[in-house]
C-alpha cells in the first residue's frame, strides 16, 4: 500500500473514532507534510451559532498551522470525499477547499471518494492540482459508503440543523465496513 493510501486509512479510521462526537460531520481529512514527516488529521465540523459546516480540509489545514506553521510546498491533503469546488454553498462555512489549498500552496491531493458533483480528475487539474485517487478497494468501499450518505440523509434538517449525530446513531459503523 502506498503513502497515501496509508494516510487515507489512518483518515478513515480517525473519522471512525470520532464518528459520535456531536459536532464531528461525516468527511475527514490529513493534512502531510512530506517534508516534515508530519500528519494532522481532522473532521468536518457543525458551527451551530452560523448553522453551517467547516469542511474536513479547512479544519486539517488550521490545526496544522496552530501546531507547525505552514506547511511545505511538498504537502498532500488527504481527503475521504474529494475537496469542494463550487464557489457557493448554502452548508459549507467558509472559501470553496479547493480555494483553502490553493491559498496555502497545497496542489496535491488524494483521496477515496471523487465527488462527480464537484468535478471530474480534469477539472481539479485544470485548476493546478495534481490529484489521484486511491486505487485500494477496500478503502474506495469505504469512502463510497461515506459519501453514499449524502446521497441518502444530505436533505435532512433536524432541530438545530445538523441532523448526522442522530443518522449516526442509527447506522452505526455499518459505513466503515470494507
Not at 496509508?6 to 502531510?32: D, M
Not at 498551522?65 to 475537496?83: A, R, W
Not at 493546478?128 to 441518502?152: M, P
Amino acid at each position: 500500500m502506498s503513502i497515501l493510501d496509508t494516510k487515507l486509512s489512518q483518515t478513515v479510521e480517525y473519522l471512525k473514532a470520532n464518528w459520535y462526537e456531536p459536532r464531528t460531520g461525516i468527511v475527514a481529512a490529513c493534512l502531510f507534510d512530506r517534508e516534515r514527516d508530519i500528519s494532522v488529521f481532522a473532521t468536518s465540523s457543525f458551527v451551530k451559532d452560523q448553522n453551517r459546516w467547516r469542511h474536513a480540509e479547512f479544519n486539517a489545514m488550521r490545526e496544522f498551522k496552530d501546531k507547525f506553521g505552514h506547511p511545505s510546498s511538498n504537502s498532500v491533503m488527504i481527503v475521504t470525499l474529494s475537496p469542494c469546488i463550487q464557489k457557493t454553498s448554502s452548508s459549507r462555512l467558509g472559501s470553496p477547499c479547493a480555494q483553502v489549498l490553493i491559498d496555502n500552496g497545497i496542489y496535491r491531493i488524494h483521496f477515496g471518494n471523487l465527488d462527480t458533483k464537484q468535478g471530474e480528475m480534469k477539472t481539479y487539474e485544470d485548476l493546478g492540482f495534481r490529484a489521484t485517487q486511491s486505487n485500494q478497494s477496500e478503502l474506495v468501499v469505504a469512502c463510497d459508503n461515506i459519501a453514499g450518505l449524502f446521497k441518502e440523509y444530505g436533505h435532512m434538517r433536524l432541530g438545530d440543523g445538523n441532523p448526522w449525530p442522530d443518522i449516526k446513531k442509527i447506522i452505526g459503523h455499518s459505513v466503515f465496513k470494507r
